[in-house]
């Protein structure tokens, strides 16, 4: 085994988590601000990768789509916030997980009415087309590498938002006491709104961006979505630096774990168990991961105290 | 007794006779698939009395009792392969085949729903909250990737049961006897839930959701009381499983994947939480919605989104708060 293979491997596990990390920031900083779960998040990175495969068809040019992916999304997300969403804040979990599955239904039915039963598929950009060499003597997709790249400065500039901006002063304001803020004149309902937008534009870009690398169908967000709620429990729900550190860690726990469990069980049983019992293991990796961080840390990493 | 509380009385003698009364119609009217339907009404009932008993009474909202429902499914059809095929399930030490007798798989599947109920309840029990509706679920996903890759068991594809295993006495071959035992076995649970719930541990259980500290300075620990409650929930949910498989002839993963335990949430939510009857109003409504929309538009999952979502946002309670009256003690 060479050292490009296993770089490569890595580099395909940092990929996976800064997807997931796009996707586990909506639902972290959701939950974190109003207490919310979204079990619809994957439903609006189905959308974002949906309009950039349709725009990016209709007009030619992959970034216009994946503007678009960004933006539709982010108008769904406030779309189903003000209609449905904010009646949710204050009702318990049970309901929340029950009306944004019904979401799902009706996102996925939805879908399937505007952009038919066949998936689409979308084309990588032609300048992010070639392979960049990897020390070590291998090569490495560029589009994959843009996407890390993407993802690593969403996160910087979520970060900067968070910490720097008025608004990300509110978010923040928001998590550590819901009522005060509004005592003090923020308007929280267009500050919800806000910060469900952002989300669902951030699971948007994830949807247009992973758009390219594989078929843009319906039900394309649940799996996704289920490995960020993995992603944000692990990292704590609502921090946003425990949803980045958990998403690399899953990530690469899923990636590598795909990649060497069957061969290291291939070192002493039969190969075809060994790819079975491997390849089982591997599926199960990051749920043994969060099970065994739960046990230990039960709030998370990176724990918040949200109210 | 209150009014309200004879009108739920009521509002249950009505969903039960009318359960038991649509298959003997359809047999009359030779529509056999009605009573195909009406089994899996009362199966699907099975599963969500189960759950009602961890969501309702005790509060722990398991996202993940698809893990239960698959796994009492795949006893009925790994017992039904090596019955099939004369072959063994463990060859050794012990020799154990396959059974082609319901009680046998039956028994199995409510063993092995308690024991992984045992073993994910001790750890998701710590946390609480949202935290505790993710760990299950993130269990449930463990035990459907691990169903994906086992080969031997069909793996993505499942297996098929090519013969319902038998009972004593009656002939579970035929639709309508099927029925009814499924009948039976959901009446049993709705009165073991009943009388559970009345008892000492029942007064514990509510406690234990509603103010557990208390319960704590009673001297009764609530972590053993929730537990407990846990594992009988999944155990109901388990034995709905083997008979859904016993029912489709077949098991496949989809039957431990998260949207059937969403599904099983709704049932219960759909019902009304915490109503003893909510379950079969919940799963006898989502059928009749199922079928009846499908047939009439290709769209029906758009319909029944958004009827549960006007369930969610105007009409708590579910439809036996409806009908009954809002419960006593929220």
Same mark, same amino acid.
């Given at each position: 085994?060479?050292?490009?293979?296993?770089?490569?491997?890595?580099?395909?596990?940092?990929?996976?988590?800064?997807?997931?990390?796009?996707?586990?920031?909506?639902?972290?900083?959701?939950?974190?601000?109003?207490?919310?779960?979204?079990?619809?998040?994957?439903?609006?990175?189905?959308?974002?990768?949906?309009?950039?495969?349709?725009?990016?068809?209709?007009?030619?040019?992959?970034?216009?789509?994946?503007?678009?992916?960004?933006?539709?999304?982010?108008?769904?997300?406030?779309?189903?916030?003000?209609?449905?969403?904010?009646?949710?804040?204050?009702?318990?979990?049970?309901?929340?997980?029950?009306?944004?599955?019904?979401?799902?239904?009706?996102?996925?039915?939805?879908?399937?009415?505007?952009?038919?039963?066949?998936?689409?598929?979308?084309?990588?950009?032609?300048?992010?087309?070639?392979?960049?060499?990897?020390?070590?003597?291998?090569?490495?997709?560029?589009?994959?590498?843009?996407?890390?790249?993407?993802?690593?400065?969403?996160?910087?500039?979520?970060?900067?938002?968070?910490?720097?901006?008025?608004?990300?002063?509110?978010?923040?304001?928001?998590?550590?006491?819901?009522?005060?803020?509004?005592? #003090?004149?923020?308007?929280?309902?267009? #500050?919800?709104?806000?910060?469900?937008?952002?989300?669902?534009?951030?699971?948007?870009?994830?949807?247009?961006?992973?758009?390219?690398?594989?078929?843009?169908?319906?039900?394309?967000?649940?799996?996704?979505?289920?490995?960020?709620?993995?992603?944000?429990?692990?990292?704590?729900?609502?921090?946003?630096?425990?949803?980045?550190?958990?998403?690399?860690?899953?990530?690469?726990?899923?990636?590598?774990?795909?990649?060497?469990?069957?061969?290291?069980?291939?070192?002493?049983?039969?190969?075809?168990?060994?790819?079975?019992?491997?390849?089982?293991?591997?599926?199960?990796?990051?749920?043994?991961?969060?099970?065994?961080?739960?046990?230990?840390?039960?709030?998370?990493?990176?724990?918040?105290?949200?109210? | 007794?209150?009014?309200?509380?004879?009108?739920?009385?009521?509002?249950?003698?009505?969903?039960?006779?009318?359960?038991?009364?649509?298959?003997?119609?359809?047999?009359?009217?030779?529509?056999?698939?009605?009573?195909?339907?009406?089994?899996?009404?009362?199966?699907?009932?099975?599963?969500?009395?189960?759950?009602?008993?961890?969501?309702?009474?005790? $509060?722990?909202?398991?996202?993940?009792?698809?893990?239960?429902?698959?796994?009492?499914?795949?006893?009925?059809?790994?017992?039904?392969?090596?019955?099939?095929?004369?072959?063994?399930?463990?060859?050794?030490?012990?020799?154990?085949?396959?059974?082609?007798?319901?009680?046998?798989?039956?028994?199995?599947?409510?063993?092995?729903?308690?024991?992984?109920?045992?073993?994910?309840?001790?750890?998701?029990?710590?946390?609480?909250?949202?935290?505790?509706?993710?760990?299950?679920?993130?269990?449930?996903?463990?035990?459907?990737?691990?169903?994906?890759?086992?080969?031997?068991?069909?793996?993505?594809?499942?297996?098929?049961?090519?013969?319902?295993?038998?009972?004593?006495?009656?002939?579970?071959?035929?639709?309508?006897?099927?029925?009814?035992?499924?009948?039976?076995?959901?009446?049993?649970?709705?009165?073991?839930?009943?009388?559970?719930?009345?008892?000492?541990?029942?007064?514990?259980?509510?406690?234990?959701?509603?103010?557990?500290?208390?319960?704590?300075?009673?001297?009764?620990?609530?972590?053993?009381?929730?537990?407990?409650?846990?594992?009988?929930?999944?155990?109901?949910?388990?034995?709905?499983?083997?008979?859904?498989?016993?029912?489709?002839?077949?098991?496949?993963?989809?039957?431990?994947?998260?949207?059937?335990?969403?599904?099983?949430? *709704?049932?219960?939510?759909? $019902?009304?939480?915490?109503?003893?009857?909510?379950?079969?109003?919940?799963?006898?409504?989502? *059928?009749?919605?199922?079928?009846?929309?499908?047939?009439?538009?290709?769209?029906?999952?758009?319909?029944?989104?958004?009827?549960?979502?006007?369930?969610?946002?105007?009409?708590?309670?579910?439809?036996?708060?409806?009908?009954?009256?809002?419960?006593?003690?929220?």
């Amino acid at each position: 085994m060479s050292a490009a293979f296993l770089i490569e491997q890595l580099l395909n596990g940092v990929q996976l988590g800064v997807m997931l990390f796009l996707m586990a920031a909506g639902l972290t900083l959701v939950f974190g601000v109003m207490g919310l779960i979204n079990l619809a998040h994957g439903s609006l990175y189905m959308t974002g990768a949906f309009f950039c495969a349709w725009i990016a068809g209709a007009t030619g040019s992959f970034w216009l789509g994946l503007a678009g992916g960004f933006v539709a999304a982010a108008a769904a997300g406030a779309l189903i916030e003000v209609l449905v969403i904010r009646r949710l804040y204050e009702r318990d979990h049970l309901d929340q997980v029950l009306a944004t599955f019904a979401l799902i239904l009706i996102f996925s039915e939805l879908a399937r009415w505007i952009f038919g039963d066949r998936p689409l598929y979308l084309d990588i950009p032609a300048v992010l087309g070639g392979a960049v060499p990897l020390p070590g003597g291998g090569s490495y997709s560029a589009y994959r590498l843009a996407i890390i790249g993407v993802g690593l400065a969403m996160a910087a500039g979520l970060y900067l938002l968070i910490t720097k901006t008025r608004l990300g002063m509110q978010i923040r304001a928001g998590e550590s006491d819901r009522e005060m803020i509004g005592a #003090l004149g923020v308007d929280i309902r267009t #500050l919800y709104t806000a910060v469900f937008a952002l989300g669902a534009a951030l699971a948007g870009l994830a949807g247009g961006l992973v758009g390219a690398l594989q078929s843009v169908q319906v039900g394309m967000g649940e799996p996704v979505l289920i490995l960020a709620f993995v992603v944000i429990i692990i990292g704590g729900i609502g921090s946003v630096k425990g949803a980045l550190v958990a998403a690399i860690l899953v990530g690469v726990t899923d990636t590598l774990g795909r990649v060497f469990l069957p061969q290291l069980f291939g070192l002493f049983l039969p190969p075809s168990e060994a790819t079975s019992v491997g390849s089982s293991l591997a599926a199960m990796a990051i749920y043994l991961l969060m099970a065994g961080v739960l046990a230990f840390r039960p709030k998370g990493l990176f724990p918040v105290d949200v109210q | 007794m209150g009014p309200e509380h004879r009108r739920e009385l009521i509002v249950n003698a009505v969903l039960a006779l009318a359960l038991l009364a649509a298959p003997l119609i359809a047999v009359t009217l030779d529509e056999p698939f009605y009573v195909t339907l009406a089994s899996r009404v009362a199966i699907l009932a099975l599963a969500g009395v189960g759950l009602n008993l961890a969501l309702g009474a005790g $509060g722990m909202v398991s996202f993940g009792h698809a893990a239960f429902f698959g796994l009492g499914g795949y006893v009925a059809g790994i017992a039904a392969l090596h019955a099939f095929e004369d072959s063994h399930f463990i060859a050794w030490p012990l020799e154990i085949g396959g059974s082609e007798h319901m009680l046998v798989i039956w028994g199995i599947a409510m063993a092995a729903s308690a024991a992984a109920a045992l073993a994910i309840g001790a750890i998701s029990l710590r946390t609480t909250g949202v935290y505790f509706i993710m760990i299950t679920l993130a269990f449930a996903q463990m035990i459907y990737y691990f169903a994906v890759s086992l080969p031997t068991y069909g793996g993505e594809d499942g297996l098929s049961i090519y013969l319902r295993a038998t009972l004593p006495l009656v002939d579970a071959d035929d639709g309508l006897t099927f029925f009814l035992v499924c009948y039976a076995l959901l009446a049993a649970a709705l009165y073991f839930s009943h009388r559970l719930i009345g008892a000492r541990f029942g007064a514990a259980l509510l406690c234990a959701r509603m103010n557990p500290e208390r319960l704590a300075t009673l001297g009764i620990a609530p972590y053993p009381v929730k537990l407990t409650a846990f594992v009988l929930s999944a155990m109901m949910t388990g034995l709905a499983g083997a008979l859904y498989a016993e029912l489709n002839g077949f098991v496949s993963p989809a039957m431990l994947s998260w949207q059937r335990s969403g599904e099983i949430i *709704i049932f219960v939510i759909l $019902g009304g939480v915490g109503r003893l009857f909510g379950p079969v109003a919940g799963a006898a409504l989502f *059928i009749l919605l199922e079928s009846f929309l499908g047939g009439w538009t290709d769209r029906w999952q758009l319909v029944l989104g958004l009827i549960l979502l006007a369930v969610v946002l105007f009409a708590r309670g579910g439809v036996v708060g409806l009908l009954a009256g809002r419960a006593r003690h929220d």
